[in-house]
C-alpha cells in the first residue's frame, strides 16, 4: 500500500484566491511527522511546511497552513492568496516513528497559479 | 554552510559505464539519503545511511552501491549504467535525533541520461 498519496496530479488556481492540495497518508505508527517540500522549474527542493502527530493545532508558516485530520489520515496544505511564484510541484511526505529514518513521499501536485 | 552539495549538475553515460554521483554535507546531520526522481512517480527512495558505516537499501536499491566512511560524505555509485537510471538523482540529509520533526534538506540533484 502508498505509504502517501496525492490524488491531484494537476490543479489550477486564479492569483490571489486560496487552494488546497490533498494528501493522504497511512501508517500504524502514533508517532509520525508530515512534510510538505515545493518544488519549482528549476528544480530543488524546498521545504515548507511540518505537523507532528501529536500536535493538536495545525501547523501555519506563513501563507501555508496544513489541515491536518488525524482520524482520516489526510494533511491537506492550504495555499492562500496564491502568488505567481507558488506555480511548482508540491509533494507531500511522512516520517514514521520516533527512530524513523525513512522519508516516504507522494506523487506530487503540479500547482499552475492563472494571472 | 554549503548546506548539501552534489556534483556533477549533468551526466551523460553510455549503457554499462561506472560512476559516482558524490554528495556531502557540512551540517552534521546523521542521516543522509539518495532518491531518484522519475516523471509521475515522486521521489522514491534508493539508499540510506543513519551515520558513518552504516547504511540500508531504500525502495530502489538495485543498480546502485552506497559507502559511508564519514559523516559528511555519502557517494552513490552507478556499477553498470542502464537507460532506465535516467533519471534526477537527489541526495538529502537530516538530524536523526529520534524526534520525527527533523526535515530533510536537499542538495541541487543530479541529472542523469544514460544512452
Known amino acids: 500500500a502508498q505509504k502517501i498519496t496525492q490524488t491531484q496530479p494537476g490543479m489550477f488556481v486564479q492569483e490571489k484566491e486560496a487552494v488546497t492540495l490533498d494528501c493522504t497518508y497511512d501508517t500504524s505508527d502514533q508517532s509520525y511527522g508530515l512534510f510538505w517540500y515545493k518544488q519549482p522549474s528549476s528544480g530543488e527542493m524546498i521545504f515548507l511546511i511540518y505537523q507532528g502527530s501529536y500536535d493538536e493545532q495545525n501547523a501555519t508558516e506563513g501563507r501555508y497552513s496544513l489541515n491536518f485530520q488525524k482520524a482520516r489520515k489526510s494533511a491537506n496544505l492550504v495555499i492562500s492568496a496564491s502568488q505567481l511564484g507558488d506555480s511548482a510541484m508540491y509533494f507531500c511526505a511522512m516520517r514514521e516513528g520516533f527512530s524513523g529514518n525513512q522519508f516516504y513521499f507522494g506523487t506530487g501536485t503540479s500547482l499552475t497559479v492563472i494571472p | 554552510n554549503a548546506g548539501v552539495t552534489q556534483t556533477p549538475k549533468f551526466q551523460v553515460l553510455k549503457t554499462g559505464q561506472s560512476m559516482t554521483l558524490q554528495c556531502a554535507q557540512d551540517m552534521n546531520h546523521e542521516y543522509m539519503s539518495w532518491y531518484r526522481q522519475d516523471p509521475g512517480m515522486g521521489l522514491r527512495l534508493i539508499h540510506y545511511?543513519?551515520?558513518?558505516?552504516?547504511?540500508d537499501q531504500g525502495e530502489v536499491p538495485n543498480g546502485y552501491n552506497v559507502s559511508r566512511s564519514t559523516t559528511e560524505d555519502f557517494p552513490l555509485r552507478l556499477l553498470s549504467a542502464a537507460p532506465s537510471q535516467t533519471s534526477v538523482y537527489f541526495c538529502?540529509?537530516?538530524?536523526?535525533?529520534?524526534?520525527?520533526?527533523?526535515?530533510?534538506?536537499f542538495g541541487p540533484g543530479t541529472r542523469l541520461t544514460v544512452l
Open positions: 545511511s543513519v551515520g558513518a558505516g552504516i547504511t
Open positions: 538529502a540529509s537530516s538530524y536523526s535525533s529520534g524526534l520525527s520533526t527533523d526535515t530533510q534538506y
